[in-house]
């Protein structure tokens, strides 16, 4: 029997981003909400613990925030990236502009110091009510319980419905779609990713520009680096698995130095910890996940990463798992009666274009790594900005779309191919014209 048969109130399963910013919303909304989560509570964690690592919020996410309230306590915490800045082999460094201007940039926030925001938010709000320590660990869709692991023991509850956010490897996902006609795709990136930490000076200064993100493209690794607001950076090396330059190969201190003094010798002095740092902190692995359905009848929906995580090459995640609540709140609100009708329209809103940022997110990696170097990306992006001011209704970066619009990702990307076409068809007109003129003007008889 369930032991908490209150089957008035909503269950949320993980506290994480998308799950605290939901558990908020839907308390705003005058709904009971229970948020269980896997891990103890975050917050009770001795100052200093763990490191900061740093997320770029940008509108879509700015937008779930504000529908909770909680934007401007946020940005008054994060520090503004108006632009990239590209370091080169050489040590020459190059500023990229985000945007047309200063309302199109990003905000770096520290992921532990949102999830705290969110999860204080949400604790104050008398509907809410927090249980960590609470792994899920099955849900019998039949009877509508939900069954976590605990210190205490098990512990089962029957919700009114439920809403899965616990993350990539979803536990909630694998119960919505056991012995149903479902779609699971999963994909490994072949590079891993560890992060490191760039200090600040003792006066508080950063030793790099501060208020940007920070690239060393790399064909075989690349470094990303995002500021807090301590002045210090949160750097991630993202490298392959395996190969000849790989985390498999690097692991002694001499092999850890020959690999920055190869690749980023600009760092090296600013990384006096390097090597300790290299053997405390962890590898992380990237996964892109697609799955459907996202939902259960009238009883079950995911959001966030347990139902599209992407790799985080456009900085995206995050962002549309906030937007994800958003549509779920709005799809919630226009059929207040009819839950599962509220799902279904909720899913075939987002899953399409989640599907195209996944594969956006794919794309920005090479990007990343490549392209952002070569003059002829350069240029384009300069003439694609230029058109941005002279044009700014109708003529949109495709990068301006996704981080500074709230388009949906699959209309923000049809739009950048029709314009892609129309400079095509520009640029050969104006080509052709040229010739034209040239002939002309040498005498050359059509
Ligand atoms: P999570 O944040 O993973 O939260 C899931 C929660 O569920 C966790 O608290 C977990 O403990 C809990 N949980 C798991 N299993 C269970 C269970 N069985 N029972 C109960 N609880 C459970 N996104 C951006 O927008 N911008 C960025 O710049 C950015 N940079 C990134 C850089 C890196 C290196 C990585 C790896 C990701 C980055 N992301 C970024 C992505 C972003 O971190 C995720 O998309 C975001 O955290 C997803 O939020 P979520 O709430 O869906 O999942």
């Known amino acids: 029997p369930a032991q908490d048969a209150d089957s008035t109130r909503i269950a ?213 680096s995002h500021p807090n607001l301590d002045g210090s950076h949160t750097l991630t090396l993202f490298l392959p698995f395996e190969g000849e330059e790989s985390f498999a190969t690097v692991r002694t201190p001499e092999q850890v130095s020959a690999l920055f003094a190869k690749y980023f010798p600009d760092l090296l002095p600013l990384l006096p910890g390097l090597l300790d740092q290299w053997e405390r902190h962890p590898t992380g692995s990237l996964i892109t996940t697609r799955t459907a359905p996202w939902r259960f009848g009238d009883w079950a929906v995911l959001l966030g990463d347990a139902c599209h995580a992407v790799y985080p090459f456009y900085g995206q995640g995050m962002n549309s798992a906030f937007e994800d609540c958003c549509v779920l709140m709005a799809a919630l609100a226009d059929q207040p009666k009819d839950l599962a009708a509220a799902f279904s329209r909720y899913e075939q809103q987002r899953r399409p274009h989640t599907d195209v940022l996944a594969e956006l997110s794919k794309a920005n990696f090479v990007e990343l790594r490549q392209k952002v170097q070569s003059p002829w990306f350069i240029a384009r992006k300069r003439l694609d900005l230029a058109l941005n001011r002279l044009w700014p209704r109708s003529w949109l970066p495709l990068y301006t779309m996704i981080a500074h619009s709230t388009m949906p990702y699959g209309e923000a990307l049809e739009r950048s191919h029709r314009q892609e076409r129309l400079l095509r068809t520009a640029l050969a007109g104006i080509a052709a014209l040229c010739c034209a003129g040239l002939a002309y003007a040498i005498g050359v008889k059509p």
């Not at 690592?53 to 909680?70: A, C, E, F, H, T």
């Not at 199109?104 to 104050?124: G, K, M, P, Y």
């Not at 609470?134 to 089962?156: C, I, M, Q, Y």
């Not at 930490?197 to 690349?222: F, M």
């Open 12 to 224: 949320i399963v993980g506290g994480g981003l998308a799950g605290s910013l939901l558990a908020l919303a839907l308390a705003r909304q005058g709904h009971g909400v229970d948020l269980y989560e896997r891990r103890p509570d975050p917050r009770r964690q001795s100052a200093g613990a763990g490191r900061s690592i740093n997320l770029g919020l940008s509108k879509r996410g700015m937008q779930g925030l504000r529908m909770v309230g909680l934007l401007d306590d946020v940005l008054a915490r994060s520090v503004v990236m108006s632009g990239r800045v590209i370091h080169a082999p050489d040590g020459s460094t190059r500023y990229q502009a985000y945007g047309k201007d200063a309302g199109e940039v990003l905000h770096s926030i520290d992921r532990n110091e949102l999830n705290h925001l969110l999860l204080d938010r949400a604790q104050q709000h008398p509907q809410v009510r927090l249980h960590f320590e609470h792994r899920l660990v099955r849900a019998d869709k039949a009877n509508r319980t939900l069954e976590f692991d605990t210190p205490d023991g098990s512990v089962t509850v029957q919700p009114l419905w439920v809403a899965g956010a616990d993350g990539a490897f979803s536990a909630m996902r694998r119960e919505l779609q056991h012995g149903e006609r479902a779609d699971y795709h999963q994909e490994y990136l072949e590079w891993g990713y560890k992060e490191l930490t760039l200090a600040a000076r003792p006066d508080g200064s950063s030793v790099i520009e501060l208020t940007a993100l920070h690239v060393w493209p790399r064909s075989h690794c690349l470094f990303v």
